[in-house]
């Protein structure tokens, strides 16, 4: 195997584990507390939307 065959692969490599460590991240960031959960059902029951809710 030449050298830019190995470069190649680690760059390729370090992309994905970039990706992943930007989806863990942004899944702890838009993980919600169970009041907030509790709000939105509510919300959602009275036939309102929810506050900062852009679909």
Not at 10 to 33: D, K, L, M, N, Q
Not at 43 to 53: H, K, L, S
């Amino acid at each position: 195997m030449r050298w830019w065959k190995i470069l190649g692969l680690a760059g390729v490599a370090g992309v994905a584990a970039t990706g992943v460590a930007i989806a863990r991240a942004e899944r702890r960031r838009r993980a919600y507390t169970p009041e907030e959960i509790r709000v939105r059902l509510r919300e959602r029951v009275e036939g309102r939307q929810p506050e900062g809710f852009n679909p």
